[in-house]
């Protein structure tokens, strides 16, 4: 009977261990407390508040002025939920606020993070070549990715009495990145020509006649999404 109580026992400990170790790690990620349990020491200096102001540049330095809750996934697997968070496009660092202060999360220590607006979730990943890069399509076999980028366009002089200063503004541009079969990001080029190359590997009655026949438009990015989900790619 005591054998029997202790094994009992030790099988209760074990799953409520297992129950324990599951629930942290559903989705194959561990969860954090905050986003300062997963910064390592060694970043610690770089984990400064955050005062960087923009004040003399017409337009916004962020992807959103307003903080939003978002979610960070780190290079360590760890899941860090409900952050409030901002993407500073221009610097292309991630921003985050606890206890009312604003510090900078470290590139190195992020695989990802999420916006969530909404209307509609920003879902962001990190590469080393690219930084910080949006999926917007995910198939099977080609993925597409936006790469939000802003420069600073310099202000003009006054040049006589009817003219004024014209201030320093923030100028949006954006590029595209592919993979094939996630493999390493490619530029994804802005030459319809150079696009329906891409797919004509795919699509072996060629790319370009068969875009024509769905009535869809390389140059669109809802139209290749719709492309991707058609042919299932």
């Keep these: 009977m005591k054998l029997l109580r202790k094994g009992s026992l030790a099988l209760f400990i074990f799953t409520i261990s297992f129950c324990d170790i599951y629930s942290q790690t559903v989705g194959g990620y561990g969860n954090a407390a905050s986003i300062q349990d997963v910064i390592d020491p060694s970043y610690q200096n770089t984990n400064a508040f955050y005062t960087k102001t923009y004040n003399d540049i017409e337009g916004t330095a962020f992807l959103f002025d307003e903080w939003s809750f978002g979610k960070v996934l780190t290079r360590g697997q760890q ?48 590469y080393p070549k690219v930084k910080y890069v949006q999926k917007i399509i995910d198939g099977d076999n080609f993925q597409l990715y936006k790469k939000y980028k802003k420069s600073i366009q310099k ?79």
Excluded: C, H
Excluded at 86 to 106: G, S, T
Excluded at 186 to 205: A, H, T
């Design 79 to 126: 899941l860090i939920n409900d952050v409030k968070l901002k993407y500073n496009v221009f610097a292309d660092v991630l921003i985050y606020r606890e206890d009312d202060k604003a510090r900078e999360i470290p590139n190195k220590v992020i695989q990802g993070f999420t916006i969530i607006l909404p209307e509609k979730e920003y879902e962001f990943f990190f």
């Design 155 to 233: 202000g003009q002089a006054a040049t006589g009495y009817n003219s004024g200063n014209t201030s320093d503004k923030f100028v949006d541009d954006i590029l595209y990145y592919y993979s094939l079969n996630n493999s390493e990001l490619s530029l994804f080029p802005k030459r319809n020509k150079e696009r329906y190359s891409i797919f004509d590997e795919m699509i072996p009655q060629g790319s370009k006649k068969w875009f024509k026949s769905q009535k869809l438009k390389i140059g669109k990015e809802e139209d290749i999404r719709k492309a991707v989900n058609l042919l299932n790619l």
